[in-house]
Every structure is written in C-alpha cells, then in structure tokens.
C-alpha cells in the first residue's frame, strides 16, 4: 500500500518548553486513543480487502453417472466428470485491486484526521486548565493581600481612622471571592479528569502539571496556505479517486468473461468386437464465453458513479468554504486577544498606580477602604480578563495550525 500522507505535528507558538510538553501530551493521546485506534484497525481491514480482491470464480467440478450407459462405436460410457473455471475480463482483477487500493487511501486519511482533532482537542483543554490554575492564583493572591487590607482596617478601627463597616465591607468582599476560589478548585477537577480522559490514562491520579502561558511579541503567520492540502479536503480527493476506479471497474466488469474446462468420459470396452480404440476414454476441452446481454446494471452504476462524482465536488466546495471561514475569523479572533491583552496590560499598570497612592494615603493617616476595595476589585477584573486573552490567543492559534498545517505525499 502507498503510504501517501503523512500526520504533522501541531506548530505551537510560545517557547520550546511549553509547546514540548503539549506535544507531549498529544503524542501521548494519539498512542492510547481508543478511537484512533478504531479507525488504524479499519484501515487494516481495507488493506485486507486490497489481498482479497484478487479473487476468481468459484471453479466448478461435476460428476455425472449414466443410469442406462449409452453405447459408442468404441464401448458403453458409464460416467462424466467436468472441471469449469470462469475468468474476468483482462485487467479486470488489477482494476479491483486499484480500486480497493483507493479505498484503504481514503481509510488512511482518517486517521490523519482524527488524530488532528484529537490534537486540537487536547490543546484546547490544557489551555482551559491554564486558565483555571491561572484564575485560582489571581484570585489566592487577591484573598491574601484583602487579608493584609482586613487587619489595616481593624487597626485603623482601634484608633478611630475607619468603621465598623469597612471591615465587614472587606470581610463580605474575601468571603466571596473564596467562594469564586473554591468554584474554581471544582472546575479545575473536572477539567482535570476530562483531559486525563482525552490522554486514556488508566488512573487519573497522575499530575497533570500546566506551564505559564506568555504571548509572544510576534505572531505566526502562514502565508499563501492552499487548503487543498488540509486532509479534510484531500479525503474528498481520495474518495472521488475512489469512484473513478469504481467506473472503470464497472468497465471491466460489464465485458465478457472466458473459461476453460475439461470433459472426461470413461467408456468401458466392447465385447462383442475387437479393435484399437475399444474402450478408449473420452477428454473434451472446452473454451467457453460468458456474455453480458443485459446491460442495463452497469449503464446504471456508471450514472451513478457520474452523480457520486459531482455530489464530492459539491461537499468539497462546501468544505473548502467552512475551512477558509473558519481561518479568517480565527486570525480575527487572535488579533482581537491580543488587543484585549495589550489593553489589560495598560489597566492594570494604572491601577498599580492607584495602589501606591492609597498606600502614601495611608501613611498620612488617612485612607479610604471603600476606593481600596474598588481598586483591588478593578485589578482583579483585568487580571482576569488578561488570562481570559492569553487563553483565547492560543486557543485561536491552535484552531489556525488545525486549518494551516498540511499533510505531504512521500516519495514513492
């Protein structure tokens, strides 16, 4: 079988470490993907099919016993074996072949296609689990610094500088943001199991361990991609291969078919006369011709191989639109990410500033919890936001390398 494609790996964007581990983890559900290996066992079974299209007619063997032997010049005859076997057309069992052959491709195909998926799969739900863990540390450190605000306001309290209220107002506020922590804990275990799930690990106790995420400065872009080459598109290729080879098949097929064979009769001697050919056995060869007169079958699956052949050319348009759709608002969606990163980036420098003027306020006596409050609220609103753009920006990127990345035919 020609091994035409070949699966590539996913390009990632950020530094080696962290595209390593994620490739890790996706070699590591390629190898143990039921479904995978489904689809490797189907390909399998379609390259049995290419051995067993090199069949022939059953050969056909009968034996005759004459009940009253018939009497020859030569003597009676008692019996008759026959030995028969039908024969394609010439060329017609390499066009089975062919087209079994075109067939396991389109199997072949597949596989590189649902091990992209699962590829794209994977990387959406690490950078799902980064963006828990990443949430759960923002909000674990804005509990701790509230903390540090609870006890300046207690001071404060002591000394006549703040309310009763602004404690309990900085109490409600860490008592909720622990709620949206232990919310998180809860998500991130079952995101946990769902990614161990798409690993087939057979026990989930084992770390699943998520690097930083950074945006690089620069992003990849794929120039003059000719999404011919995407395997979505090249499976309709193969399957339109496919139904040519079926057409000419379906040629060889409506020819006539040939056989040979061969008669023996054995025939008994003559009594009543002697002579040299007395009780000679009888062999007949035999050459026989199998014509297709009704020939309205293979009329009738050459219109429908016709109409097969356009109805792939209409998916594969279709397809080829949804692809192109699909990567243009991809790009769109990373830029806007960026955007919103960039933005995040700027907000919450402004509210480090803010930070620093409550703190000389507070140096002079005077401070105002509720402005601290919506402060610390604030950043952790953009810090929040900013991980939501990270893993945004990279979700996007790993849609661009499922729509980018092409598969190659080997030399042959």
């Known amino acids: 079988m020609r091994n035409w494609i070949w699966y590539i790996g996913f390009i990632f964007t950020f530094c080696s470490v962290q595209a390593q581990q994620l490739q890790d983890f996706i070699q590591e559900a390629e190898a143990n993907h039921p479904e995978i290996a489904a689809y490797?066992?189907?390909?399998?079974?379609a390259q049995e099919k290419v051995e067993g299209s090199k069949w022939l007619p059953n050969t056909q063997f009968s034996v005759g016993y004459?009940?009253?032997?018939?009497?020859?010049?030569?003597?009676?005859?008692?019996?008759?074996?026959?030995?028969?076997?039908?024969?394609?057309?010439?060329?017609?069992?390499?066009?089975r072949e062919t087209y079994q052959n075109a067939l396991a491709d389109t199997e072949f195909v597949d596989i590189a296609i649902v091990k992209r998926k699962l590829g794209l799969s994977v990387a959406h739900s690490y950078y799902e689990l980064y963006?828990?863990?990443?949430?759960?540390?923002?909000?674990e450190e804005n509990i701790e610094l509230l903390k540090v605000?609870?006890?300046?306001?207690?001071?404060?309290?002591?000394?006549?500088?703040?309310s009763a209220v602004d404690v309990l107002r900085l109490q409600m506020r860490i008592n909720e943001l622990n709620e949206k922590y232990e919310v998180l804990n809860e998500m991130l275990i079952s995101e946990k199991k769902a990614f161990v799930k798409l690993l087939n690990r057979t026990s989930d106790n084992d770390a699943i361990e998520v690097i930083p995420l950074q945006i690089p400065e620069q992003d990849v872009v794929f120039e003059d991609i000719d999404?011919?080459?995407?395997?979505?598109?090249?499976?309709?290729?193969?399957?339109?291969?496919?139904?040519?080879?079926?057409?000419?098949?379906?040629?060889?097929?409506?020819a006539p078919q040939w056989g040979i064979g061969v008669d023996y009769i054995p025939v008994s001697e003559r009594t009543d006369l002697s002579f040299s050919d007395n009780g000679k056995d009888v062999f007949?060869?035999?050459?026989?011709?199998?014509?297709?007169v009704f020939t309205k079958k293979y009329k009738s699956k050459t219109r429908e191989n016709e109409l097969k052949q356009q109805e792939i050319e209409k998916h594969k348009q279709d397809r080829i639109n949804v692809l192109e759709t699909s990567y243009i608002r991809a790009v769109s969606k990373r830029r806007q990410a960026r955007i919103r990163y960039e933005t995040m980036n700027k907000n919450l420098k402004?509210?480090?500033?803010?930070?620093?003027i409550l703190i000389k306020s507070y140096e002079t006596g005077t401070i105002d919890f509720?402005?601290?409050?919506?402060?610390?609220?604030?950043?952790?609103?953009?810090?929040?936001?900013?991980?939501?753009?990270?893993?945004?920006?990279?979700?996007?990127?790993?849609?661009i390398n499922y729509l980018s990345n092409s598969y190659n035919k080997p030399q042959q």
């Open 370 to 399: 509720v402005d601290i409050l919506d402060v610390q609220e604030l950043e952790l609103k953009f810090k929040i936001q900013q991980i939501q753009a990270v893993k945004d920006y990279f979700k996007q990127s790993a849609n």
């Open 149 to 162: 605000y609870e006890q300046l306001a207690l001071s404060s309290l002591e000394v006549g500088n703040a």
């Open 131 to 139: 963006s828990i863990v990443a949430r759960k540390d923002a909000f």
């Open 350 to 356: 402004q509210t480090q500033n803010a930070k620093d």
């Open 40 to 45: 490797q066992l189907r390909y399998e079974i």
């Open 66 to 95: 004459f009940v009253s032997e018939p009497e020859t010049r030569t003597g009676p005859q008692r019996a008759r074996f026959s030995v028969r076997q039908m024969l394609p057309w010439f060329g017609t069992i390499s066009a």
């Open 284 to 292: 007949i060869p035999s050459i026989s011709l199998s014509i297709p």
């Open 227 to 254: 999404f011919d080459l995407h395997p979505e598109l090249v499976k309709y290729d193969r399957l339109y291969t496919s139904i040519v080879q079926s057409e000419e098949l379906n040629q060889k097929e409506s």
